[in-house]
Structures are given as C-alpha cells and as structure tokens.
C-alpha cells in the first residue's frame, strides 16, 4: 500500500509516496538518488547503509521508509558544510588515515563514528574497536579505520577547543 | 594564452586498431590507459604515481582510465598482483617516450642542448628560460608508437615515485560522490531481478542449464511494475520498473524446478578432493625422492586441509546493460573487462568489439565475484525488453553462486638425514578453474561439462635447498563453482610447506628461523628472513614453548612466502615473512591473534603507504579466513546466505600489525596484492604449536578444532535447557515453507486460538434449534453513533485480525487455525447473504457471540472466545452487529474444519459448554473505580485476553482463577503473564500497560510483536480513556506492581544472571552465528542505535517462554509490526537457516538470556 511521508534528508524537506514496505535505504538510493548509503546485506548485519534518523544512527536496510515519516535524516552527503565545502572532521579524518580500501563500507564507518564521538568524543582505541564490531569490512582496512576514528575525534576536539576559544 | 589544440599519444598496433597506453594534451594533463581495474588496492594512484614520476608532471595532472574495453588495451584480468609488475611496465615507456619527446622540443624552443634542458612539474628548464609543455604540442596531433626499450628516468632520481602518496579516490568517496557502479543511474533504465536455480553454487554436471521445469508468468503479471518474464534454458528473470517491485514479482513467481542430484560428501572434505577425478602434473622431480625418503633418520607424513572460502565482497554485484539495438553497453564492476566482453559476445554471439564495458569501481572482490555474471543477466534482460536494465544481486545470490575460494588438500611426506632436509614430497589437489560466466552455463551457451583448471600449481615449489623432491600438482575440475582468490592455491601450499618445515625443525631440535635459513640459498630471501625475524622480535626457541598464564597459552610462529603467479613454473611477486604472537584460551578453545609483523621484499616500492595497506588487507583478510572462514553445504548445494552462516574478522578480532618494507628502489617493482597473505595460516599455525604443542593441519582453527585438538570436553549447552528440537510439520515436508493462507508471519497466535465456525459447516450435526435466515438490516438503519461504538468494539476485539487471511479480502474468514484438536478456519464475518452473516438475525449473532452456537443449531469449536464475548453488554453486542452490516460484503466461503476424532463431533461441544461456559454480562464491582470496571469489561470480556494469556485444560479450556492471564504458548508464539506475581516481578505497572496499549512500546520492558502487534493496532480505534481503563485493571492484577516501573536492580539482576549462564556455553558455530546475525541489533554497539531490539533478549517473552517455540517463531518470521506501533522490525531468517540451526540459536538464546526460562 502507498502512503504519504515526508522526511527531511540532509536539511531538505522531501515529500513521498511510498509503499509501506519499502525501506528507506532504497527510497533514499532509487527515488532521492542518495547514494552515500550502500546496500551490503539487507538484514543489519554489516552497517554500510548506516544513516542518522532525527541524529541517532540506524541501519536503513532494516527501516521501513514510512516508518521514518517525520523524522530528520542525516546521510554521508549531509555531512560535509554545504556552505563553506569543507568536509566533516570525521569525513576529514578518514582522508586524514586512509580509512578505506575499496570504500564501500565506508558510509557505515563514517556515519557510526559520527555518532560515537557524539557519545563519546575521546574514545580509546578499545572503544572503538567495540563501537566498529557489527561493521564489517572485507579489506581489512581495520588499522586504517580505527586511526580515522581517532583522527576525527582529535579533529574535532581542535574544532570545539577553537570554537570556544572564538566564543571566549 | 589560448593554444591550438594539441596531443601527444603513446600507442601500439592491435587486431581492433591501435591501444593507446598514454596521452598528454594542451590542457596540460596526461591521460593513462590501462587494461587492469581498481579492485580497491588504490592501484589507480599508484599507476598515476608512475606516469607523474616518468613525465615530471603534478600528481594532480594525472589521471587514469582503467578497464574501458573501448578505451584500454587489453592486458587480461586483474589478476596475481600483476598490475604493478607487469601491466604498468608499457605505461612507464610510454611516460618516457612522451617526456623524451618533449625534452627535444623544450631544447630547440630555448635553443639550448638536449642535454643540458632539465623537466620539471611540466615544464622544460634551461638556466633561467622554461617553457610549458602544453605549448611545444599546440596544433599538433603526435602518436609515438610504443617502445619497450625506450629508456627509464633511474630510480635515484625519483620525486613521486616511492614517496607516501594520499589515495586520489578518498576524497570523493568520504562524501558520498563517488560513483560505485551501484550508484551509476542510466536514463530510462529499468530493474531486473534473476531467480537462481536450486542447485545453488554449482556448475557441472548434465543438470546445469536443463533443471527449470515450469513457471507460471500469468501469477504475476498483473503485479505493480510488471515487464517481463524472461526464460533462457535455467537463467529466469523478472523486469520491474522498480528494483522492490521486480523482487517482489520474482518472490511470487511459481516456478517448478528439477531436484539437483546430490553432492559429494563435502563433510569429508580431504577424501572427497582426493577422490575426485583429477590428472597428476610432476612440477619438480631433482634427485630420487623414493629412495631418498628411506634413507631418511626422521620421517614424517603429514596431511593439510584448507576450507573453502568466499571472496565475500561487502556489497553484492551490479550492473546495467543496455542491449542498444545489438550495441550493447555494459556498465560494470567487471575484474577482467576484457575477458568480461569476450563472454558477452559468445552469450549474445556478437562481435567483441559491438560491445563496449564501462567499468566502474565496485566493493573490493580479492579474485572472481559475481560482477561478471551479473552483467551476463543484465544484458540478457535488456535484451528482451528493449530497455537499459540494472540487476543488483542480493546478498543471498552473491554468497551462494559467487566462484568460490576452492579448498585444497596437501599430502606431504619428508625427512631429515644427519639433521638436513634431505627428502621432500608434496600431493596437492586445488578443485577450481576460471570460473566460467554464470549466464553462459545457465542458458546453456557453454556445456556443463566439467572444466579443469592448472591453477594449483602457485608456489608449490618449496623454497629450501632439498635434494630429493617429487612436487605434483593434481589438476582438477571445481566440485562447486570455484576460481581464483587472494593467494590462489599458493596460500595452501605455503600452509603445508611452512608448517612441514616446522615439524622438521621441532624434531631436528633447532630453531625454526635458524633451521629456514640453513637450507635457503638465495641470499635475498635469507636476508628477508634474517631481518624480519630480527625486526620482528623473533624469539629463538628449539621446541614448543607453551608459555602458561593462567588459562592463556602465548605462543609466536614464523613462515614465509614468495608468492609465484602465472603459468607454471610462474613469476615471483613480493616475499613475505610473518612473525606472529597468538593467546590461546585453554578453556574455551579460542585463538586471538595478538600481533602480526610482516617482512615484505617487493622491490621499488611505489607508493609506500600503498604497500603498507596491502600488508594491512592482506593480514586482516587472511587472518579471518584461518581462524573462523569455512563454507558450509547441505547434501545439494552451498548453504551461506549471509554473514549470520559465513562471519568474517570483526574489530576487535583484527591484531596489532607491524611492516617492514625492505629497501630495494633499485629492483624492479614487485605486486604487493596478495604476498602478505601467503603465510598467514602456517605462521598462527606454528604459533598455536608453541603455544600448545598441539599441530593444526586443518583450517579454519575454530575454538570446536581447537578443543577437539586440545582435549578440552564439555557441551555447549546441555541438553535441558536446549529442550526437544521442533519437529517438522508433514506440511511444510511437502509444500515448504507455510504459504499466506497458512498461519503465517502475520496474526499467527491469536488466531490459533480463535476462529471456528459461524457458518454450518456441512459435517456439523445441529442439536440446538436453528434460526431462520433473515435479511438482517441494512447499515442505513442504525445510527451514527452506534456505528461508532461498535466500530471500537469491532477493534477492541480484534475481530479482523483472525477473520482475514493475509493478502486476503478484509473480514472474509478463511484463516487456518491449527489447534491441538485439528484444523479450522475463521468464518466469513462481512455481510454477505450466502457465505457471510447478511442472513443472520441479531438474535441469531448473539446467541452465536455468547453461547458459541451456530445459526444453525451446530456447536462451534471453543477456539472461538464466546466464553469471553458472553460477559459483554447487550449494547456493545448490537452496537457490534450494527457495525459488522456495514463492511464491505465478500462471497467467499469457509472451508470445512479438518477436525481429529472424536473433535469433529460438534456434539462433543455441546458437553463441553456445559463444563466451561458461564454465561452473562459482567456486573460491575461497586468498590472499584468507574475506570477499573471499564478496564475489566474491555480485559475480560471484548478483549477476550484470556483467550491467548490463560493457559489452557486438557479440553482446551482457559483456566481461570490464579491460572488467568498467567502466561500461555499459542500456537508458534507466547503470550506472557499480564497478571499476578509474574507480571509484578516483570515491572509492569500502570503506565507500562498504557503505553504499551496505546503505542506497542513499554519502556524496555516490552515491545508488541506476532499476534499482539495486530491487537495494538487495532486498538488505535479505541479512545484514550479506554486504554487508560484497561491498564488500571491489569495493573491491578499484578501483586504489588500496581505503581512504579521495573527497578533498574530487577533488569540489572537479569543481565547479570543471562550472562552468567552465558559463560557456560563454550564458543561455537552458534555463537558464532548469533554475534553475527542478531548482534547487531541485540547486543548494539551504540546505545542509540534507532533499529536496535526495544528491549533486551533477558525479557523477551519469545525468549523467556516455556517452550522455545515462541523463540524459534519470531527467528523464523522475524517482527513486522503495523506501521502505527512505535516498534521496530527484524527481519526472518525462515528461508536463510536450516530448522536445525534455528533449534540451536534458540536453544543458545534462552540459555544466554533466560537463566530460567518461565
């Protein structure tokens, strides 16, 4: 059954017909042309189509878009400042460390690490490690991920310091 | 200063036409071509790290075109690490002839002598004069044709080349830009969805290609998004113009197919290779190893046996093609584009060349995945429809028919004499080919027949100086679909080779470095191994150390590799040494690899932290594939559909990595792809031994092998808390898994217990009168707020839910409700003459509601709640019948019930209402609050709670007193206690009841799911008022839990027991299982996660249930709640688990989560 929604991705508010069991992660794919998300598996179990709903992270392969009516959604491409064009400090630590190989599980690592520093803004390595271990990564680009992590956590701690600082 | 156009290209003459490798233009940057893809190694930066370096240009002037077949030479498939040491060689000439090319030009514009110019960063320099190179080609089109032998800029003069260089893709594909070929979108494209065949996986024998009997197209065609159904020989696929719609066509589809002929014994892997056909290939026969072996003091025979694997790629294949009126268009993820397009045109019979593939990067693939296939289905597809079509495999398709990663057995037999390597004899068998396109063998363009391959051969040659050797390679079809993977048939063979040499150190009583480095000859690879072990921290040792803290074992291994590719006898990449530490767990089984160092000799390198990720990959990859990577069958086929049945390395799995890249820039560059991997197995293998003294011969050393190796007893879970496994039902035996008419995913338990028959069923005997049919009043006759009320009453009962089969006509009855008594159906409740209740009289309605007897006189079965309906109020039943006139009338007739003797005498009913039927509205209860008695009225009497909360008598009788709403097993699912002590200790209260009631959530204490997700639902018709109501009620049912929520030391103390008893299960395939597929969402990370479980495992009442069938219901249909409840979903795992492994996760979870299940 079709049902209207609207949602707002990355700051833009969307209206939608779409049928109930459609998830978001293929509305966002095939009808918004949002591909930052990737389909991996379809049942939660590898994290690539991780997004934020209203700034908590979710597994859009298992969340049914009309669920989401309402709601505010945050993907990869929602990340970077629209204005000024500069990249995330998570988005800039993954640059900052290599935290890909192929990339495809990229948009999982990214948006989960944004919503971990947001929990936690300086997590040890161990934390991490524990906050990445239901994302996979078939390259084995573990080493690297984790240091981007780390990296975005020291980034944005200078972009908090600094914005303190101007605000002092 | 505008310029001319203007270009200088480096090519060479080919069959098609000419193949350009490079090209530099008066725009000022320089193009690459090159044959070899990005696999996702960040080959593309590298190969422009080399025509930077060859040209004197920026980095950022470069760029790279890899694998077009229209626009790249044809230089094979990305395969054996070669891209680097063999593919980029033209590139690198072709970088020099442009800049030699370049240099005259500069000189003679500046006047001065060649020799004395200097390039940099696209100029020509002389003294203070320069010149852009741009303007030395204006107006110009120059083609060099090229030259192996032009020369080289020597490596002491490299600036880019050799230096860490940041990948150039990283930055688009961190925001979201860069295009995937899942991301490619083609104008007027279509989506097409393929139906595999059952024989899942395999690719010879006569059945391939002739296994589809049937289908029935008219099913679907009337479908939302319909195109086409398209059959060739065994590839069936369905074209949508949407990707959910096409899925949804192809899930509908009724197909009949052949049953595959059975496999061999893959449980018996070793003998089962071994007895495959296969043609023996002598590699290396120096000196006479027959009789050397008996001259031999120390003689071993050993055996070593490699699983199969999967590639794994994280996202599943995709394509489009476009059939272009016979010009086709392939947009793909292709590894080998060129051999891609050869297939293509033998499917289609084309010319190659009417072909073009348009290749774009896709999720890393470390050898053949499907994305070949894929564009065979998408091009076939496109074909018959016309239309530009985009196939995106799932991850089922990709994980059962990607080409896998082929096991491999090694016999070796060896020995010392005076403390030498004297004798040496190795037998390996690799089952594999190339992997032949998957749409070629369906439809039949290519014979079944089976195909071997002589790709076990790769680093099969030890590497110590060994003066009797017999090397044989047994050639060999695939058993199951295979090609090559990440270290090929070299990582096997390197298992056996390194592990060997081990034993024979271990029994010559020396070192295990020191005993490699007596027998190397070759003093590059002795250097390699003298200072990896020394870099690495080797620790020097003559026998198993077994170093003991506690219950851990540390131990460290050695081995190394040179990774030999290409036809025998082959070309050598990098050589990697490993020196690596592992903990074993002495209780429990468990390996963790704690810290890996990798020695790796691969020449010049070019991009330094390029090599160093590889190493990285390599190590993290294989690492996973040793310890815990092994594909599972069943008698027919590969049984993996997601990650729940094949987990890979998680984070906190992956060890410490340290690298040493050996300084070579004078050498010629080596690949670096797949080297690092080779001697993984055989380094933690060595480890585990110093650890232990145990030897692992067979891989993956899962924590079962390791205690099977270790002698280490105990169950996983003992057998009572496992309980009796489900039996399987003689339907699903013959018709699979329960259809839509079946109880299904939707309203299972509920209307297990309800349903009956309004209708005389043919087979009744009526003994009560029977009331005539009347024309019973038209809707139009009862007022507004009649309508209303009984529309609530009509919710409250949940009356739809039981009357309607999913997917079926609304309140059309029909739904199968299998009691212990036998089978009956929900009648027809909408107001049609015949079939329905439009000839029924009010008096006929209510007597039936509240007396459980038909109009016909006949008894209806007590699944029907009439105990409960006949404590509701005259109102409320005429407002309920007035309502039930306005629903949409359906013609649609009951089904007989399939009732066992002595329950299909409806007589027997009769007694039985004698026994249990009080009848009679309720009377409220003067003492209680107005709230209190409408929430016992809307509990007891049209909610009928009971009908699911109460346990049942023997006769099927709710019990009642202490008994009531004390939790009861419905068919497939439970209803958990909702009153007395049980709900109290549970921390129900008022508020968790409301909000629970109102929105399908209370707190984490409980989430709507099954049958009672489909009462929340229905009971959003029902004011506020009435829902508070009846959370006053209930809450008062519960001891002692009437105010307050669950304290946090109730839920702490749950934790707190699950995972004690959590600890007694030893690791397993089923914890294994659950960490992969229910961890995520169960046990989240993140605290926040917005599609974890609302509430945990520990107070699950699927989980906390009496009989784990509950469980077992909700693994198998997972939780699709209404779309109005705040709850979330889960997927099912019906069509993905065997029964066996659905027993063994719920038997896992109760264990875990319920220390003692109620």
């Not at chain 2, 055996?303 to 996202?315: A, D, K, Q, T």
């Not at chain 2, 080409?403 to 390597?421: R, W, Y």
């Amino acid at each position: 059954m079709d049902r209207a929604i609207e949602i707002a991705v990355n700051g833009q508010t969307r209206k939608l017909l779409v049928d109930d069991r459609r998830t978001l992660l293929d509305v966002l794919r095939s009808d918004l042309a949002v591909t930052g998300p990737k389909y991996g598996c379809g049942l939660a179990q590898c994290g690539a189509c991780t997004v934020l709903v209203d700034g908590d992270p979710a597994r859009a392969c298992v969340l049914r878009a009309a669920k989401a009516d309402g709601a505010a959604i945050t993907t990869l491409e929602g990340l970077a400042d629209p204005s000024a064009g500069t990249l995330h400090p998570v988005q800039q630590g993954f640059v900052d460390a290599a935290g890909a190989q192929c990339g495809y599980c990229l948009n999982g690592m990214i948006m989960t690490t944004v919503a971990l520093l947001k929990a936690n803004p300086n997590p040890c390595e161990q934390e991490v490690r524990e906050a990445l271990r239901h994302n996979l990564c078939r390259c084995g680009t573990h080493k690297e991920i984790v240091a981007s992590v780390l990296r975005a956590a020291e980034l944005m701690g200078e972009a908090a310091s600094q914005a303190s600082e101007a605000s002092a | 200063m505008s310029l001319d156009y203007g270009r200088i290209t480096v090519f060479r003459d080919a069959a098609g036409g000419r193949e350009v490798f490079l090209t530099f233009d008066t725009f000022g940057v320089a193009v690459g071509f090159n044959g070899h893809v990005d696999l996702g190694t960040g080959i593309e930066t590298a190969l422009s790290q080399i025509v930077a370096e060859e040209l004197d240009l920026p980095l950022d002037r470069v760029r790279m075109i890899l694998g077009d077949t229209s626009r790249t030479p044809n230089q094979g498939p990305t395969i054996a690490s070669e891209t680097i040491q063999i593919t980029a060689v033209p590139l690198r000439h072709a970088g020099a002839q442009i800049r030699r090319e370049l240099m005259i030009r500069g000189a003679r514009r500046l006047n001065a002598p060649v020799r004395e110019v200097s390039l940099e960063s696209g100029e020509v320099r002389w003294d203070e004069a320069k010149v852009a190179y741009e303007s030395l080609i204006a107006g110009e089109d120059i083609a060099l044709r090229l030259d192996l032998e032009a020369p080289v800029k020597p490596a002491k003069d490299y600036k880019v080349v050799g230096r860490s260089t940041a990948r150039v893709d990283l930055p688009a594909k961190v925001t979201g830009s860069h295009p995937y070929i899942h991301d490619v979108f083609v104008e007027a494209m279509v989506h097409g969805h393929v139906i595999r065949p059952p024989y899942h996986g395999r690719d010879s024998g006569a059945f391939i290609g002739h296994s589809l009997v049937s289908f029935d197209e008219a099913a679907v065609r009337q479908m939302p998004g319909f195109i086409a159904v398209v059959r060739r020989g065994d590839f069936l696929g369905v074209v949508a113009s949407r990707a959910d719609q096409a899925q949804a066509i192809a899930k509908s589809l009724p197909v009949e197919w052949l049953m595959p002929p059975a496999l061999p014994d893959m449980a018996s892997l070793a003998d089962t290779i071994r007895d495959q056909p296969s043609t023996p290939r002598i590699c290396d026969a120096t000196g006479d190893f027959a009789r050397a072996i008996d001259d031999c003091d120390t003689r071993l025979r050993r055996s070593y046996v490699w699983p199969y694997h999967m590639h794994g790629s994280i996202g599943p294949s995709c394509a489009i093609a476009d059939w272009n009126g016979g010009e086709p268009i392939v947009w793909s993820g292709s590894q080998n584009p060129h051999m891609l397009r050869a297939d293509l045109a033998n499917l289609m019979q084309l010319a190659e060349e009417r072909i073009d593939v348009r290749r774009y990067q896709a999720a890393g693939c470390y050898g053949r995945n499907c994305a070949d296939d894929v564009c065979g289905d998408a091009l076939i597809l496109s074909e018959a429809v016309g239309r530009p079509v985009r196939v995106q495999l799932t991850r089922s398709q990709e994980h059962l028919w990607e080409p896998k990663g082929a096991a491999q057995v090694m016999d070796v037999e060896g020995g010392l004499k005076g403390g030498a390597f004297h004798a040496y004899r190795i037998d390996s068998w690799y089952p594999s080919n190339r992997g032949p396109n998957l749409a070629l063998l369906l439809t039949g363009r290519i014979t079944p027949e089976p195909r071997p391959s002589d790709m076990g051969d790769r680093t099969i040659i030890p590497p110590y100086r060994i003066p009797h050797k017999r090397v044989t390679v047994h050639d060999m079809a695939p058993i199951v679909r295979a090609a090559w993977m990440r270290g090929v048939s070299a990582l096997p063979n390197t298992f056996a080779h390194e592990c060997f040499v081990d034993e024979l150190a271990a029994e010559a009583g020396e070192d295990p470095v020191s005993f490699r480095l007596a027998h190397i000859d070759d003093p590059r690879t002795a250097h390699l191994i003298r200072e990896s072990a020394e870099k690495g921290s080797w620790q020097p040792r003559t026998g198993p150390r077994r170093r003991r803290e506690g219950r851990m074992a540390y131990g460290q291994g050695f081995a190394f590799a040179t990774y030999v590719h290409g036809a025998f006898p082959g070309v050598a990449a990098a050589a990697s040494a490993w020196v690596c530490d592992v903990a074993v767990d002495m209780e429990t089984g468990e390996v963790k690899l704690t810290r890996v160092f990798v020695g790796q000799d691969q020449g010049l390198v070019i991009n330094p932290d390029g090599v160093r990720h590889q190493i990285h990959g390599n190590v993290n990859q294989t690492a996973g594939r040793v310890l815990k990577e092994d594909l599972s069958f069943d008698e027919i086929a590969v049984t993996p559909q997601s990650w729940a049945t094949y987990p890979l390395q998680t984070f906190p799995e992956t060890p410490e990595i340290e690298t040493m890249l050996v300084e070579r820039s004078g050498d010629p560059a080596l690949g670096v792809g797949e080297s690092a991997a080779v001697p993984a197995a055989a380094a933690i293998a060595n480890a585990i031994f110093d650890a232990t003294g145990v030897r692992m011969r067979e891989a993956p050393f899962t924590p079962e092998r390791m205690r099977a190796a270790l002698g280490i007893t105990g169950d996983a879970l003992p057998a009572a808390i496992a309980g009796p496994a489900r039996k399987e039902g003689w339907r699903e035996r013959l018709f699979g898994p329960r259809d839509g008419r079946r109880i299904g995913a939707k309203g299972v338990g509920l209307a297990a217990l309800l349903g009956g028959s309004l209708t005389a069923a043919a087979m009744a005997l009526p003994i009560h009168r029977a009331i005539a049919p009347t024309n019973a009043p038209q809707a139009s006759n009862f007022s507004p707020e009649l309508l209303a009320r009984g529309r609530e009453v009509f919710a409250a009962g949940n009356c739809a839910t039981c009357h309607t089969v999913p997917g079926g006509a609304a309140n059309a009855g029909g739904l199968a409700v299998e009691t212990p008594f036998g089978t009956i159906y929900s009648s027809n409740i909408t107001p049609d003459k015949d079939t329905g209740l439009g000839s029924w009289s009010y008096t006929a309605f209510d007597r039936a509601m509240r007396r459980g007897i038909s109009r016909d006189g006949s008894n209806l079965y007590p699944a029907f709640p009439y105990t409960s309906f006949a404590k509701m109020s005259g109102d409320d039943m005429f407002a309920l019948y007035a309502f039930l006139q306005t629903l949409e009338p359906v013609r649609q007739e009951t089904p007989p019930a399939e009732m066992a003797v002595p329950f299909n005498l409806r007589p027997l009913n009769a007694a039985w209402n004698a026994l249990h039927l009080e009848t009679g509205p309720l009377a409220p209860y003067e003492s209680r609050s107005e709230a209190w008695n409408r929430g016992r009225y809307l509990v007891e009497a049209t909610g009928h709670c009971s009908a699911c909360h109460s346990p049942r008598n023997a006769l099927g009788a709710e019990r009642a007193g202490a008994d009531a709403l004390s939790g009861a097993p419905v068919k497939g699912w439970y209803a958990p206690p909702i009153a007395g002590a049980a709900a109290a200790s549970f921390g129900w209260s008022e508020a968790g009841f409301y909000d629970y009631l109102r929105t399908g959530i209370a707190g984490d204490i409980a989430a709507a799911s099954g049958p009672m997700a489909e009462v929340v639902d229905n009971l959003k018709e029902l004011p506020d008022a009435d829902i508070r109501a009846m959370a006053v009620y209930l809450a008062s049912l519960s001891e002692g839990g009437a105010e307050g929520q669950a304290s946090p030391t109730t839920v702490d103390a749950a934790a707190v027991a699950a995972k004690a008893t959590g600890l007694a299960a030893l690791p397993d395939a089923t914890q294994r299982l659950f960490d992969s597929a229910c961890g995520a969402c169960h046990e989240p990370a993140l605290g926040n996660l917005a599609t974890a479980a609302r509430v945990p495992l520990s107070r699950s009442p699927a989980v906390r249930s009496s009989d784990a069938e509950a469980l077992r219901t909700v693994i198998r249909n997972g939780i699709e709640a209404p779309l109005s409840l705040k709850t979330r979903d889960m997927p099912g795992f019906a069509g993905e688990l065997s029964d066996k492994q659905i027993d063994d996760l719920a038997a896992y979870v109760r264990a875990r989560y319920a220390s003692n299940p109620s």
